[in-house]
C-alpha cells in the first residue's frame, strides 16, 4: 500500500504530464486560431466543443474511468475557454451585475479568464452585442417555473444576432442577511422572479408581509441588502458571498428543479451536428383564420420534424392584436427536409439560430 507521500508524489508526477500535455494541445489549438484567422473562421464552435464531450464520456465509459459526464464537461470547458482565449481575445457581455445568474452561466462556458462585461440590462446586452463591442452575448430566455422571459424574444426578434449555443442551469436562491433576526427584516430584495420562485419560504417564515422591493437583479438585492441593515436579499450563493453578505439559508426555491435556460448569442452560423435544435419566431399570415397553426404545424409533421417548444407571444406592432409563435424544434437549418418547410413559409419565418442542444 502506498503511503501518503508516495501518493502526493504520484500526484505531482502526473500534473507534471497533464501541464505538458495541455500545454501541447494549446499549441495546436493556437495554429487553428491562425488558420481561422486566415480563413475568416468563428472561433467558438460549440457543436465541435459538444463532439469532443461526447467523445470522451463515452471512452470513459468504455475504460470504465472514475469521472462522470458532469466532471468531464467541467474540466473540458475550461480547457476549450483558456483555448479561445488564446486563439483570440473575445469580450462577453452578459446581463450583471457581477454575481448574477447569468454571469454564472456565462463563466461555465467561457471560463474565468475572458473578458466580460456586465450590463444592466437585456436591451444593453444586446446593443453591446451588435455594436461589435462584444463578441458574444449570454441572456436568460426561459425559466422552468416562470416561464419565457419577453424581453429577450422581442429584442431577439429585431435583432441580426443568432442563438449559437444554449445551456440549461439549475436556479438555487439563497436567503442573505446581515440582520441578526427573522424579525428584525422590514424589506426584503430580490429581482421579481426571485419572489416568484420563492413565494412558500417567505410565507413559511412570516416575511409576507415585509415589505418585497423589486430590482433588476438578484445581484443588485445583495448589493442592496449589504448596504441596509435590517433588509434581506433573495439571490444567488455567489452574489452574497460577492458583496459580502452572510446567507442565512440556502436553495429556499418552491421547486427543487428550477431552472433557467440560457442562450450565447453571436453573429456567425454553428455547421449541422448530429443533436441540433432551432428556434424561430412564426408571424402567420391568416393568424386570425382557424386551422392557420394547425396548418403551419402540419408541415413539420410531415417531414417528421418534432418540436421541444411552441410559445405565442403579442406582435406589439400596429397597435393590433396580432401573435407571433416563438418555435424551438429539433435539428439544424440546413438540413433537407427543415429547409422544405422553411422555404414554404419564408415570409412568415424569422431563424433565430441552430446551435447544439443543450443538456436539461
Ligand atoms: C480549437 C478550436 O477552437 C475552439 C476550441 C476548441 C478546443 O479547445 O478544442 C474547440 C472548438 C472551438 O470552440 C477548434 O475549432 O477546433
Known sequence: MKTLDDCREAIDEIDNEMLTLLNKRMKVVQRVGEIKKETGGAIYRPEREKAIIDRLVSLNEKEGGLLNYKAIEAIFLEIFAVARNLELPERIAYLGPEGSFTHQAAESRFGAMSDYLSLN????????????????????????????????????AKSSMKIVAELYMPIHMSFATKAEKLEDITKIYSKDKGFGQCREFLNEHGLINVELIPVESTAKAAILAAREPNSAAICSHIAAKLYGLPTLFENIEDAIDNTTRFVILSDFKNAVSENDKTSILVRLKDAVEAGSLVRFLQDFEEEKINLSKIESRPSRD?????YWFYIDFYGHIDEEKIQKVIQKHKDEVTWLGSYVKGEE
Open 121 to 156: 440590462s437585456i436591451a444593453s446586452v444586446f446593443k453591446t452585442l451588435e455594436s461589435g463591442r462584444a463578441k458574444f452575448a449570454v441572456v436568460p430566455i426561459e425559466n422552468s417555473r416562470d416561464g419565457i422571459v419577453g424581453e429577450t424574444l422581442d429584442l431577439l
Open 318 to 322: 400596429k397597435g393590433g392584436f396580432g
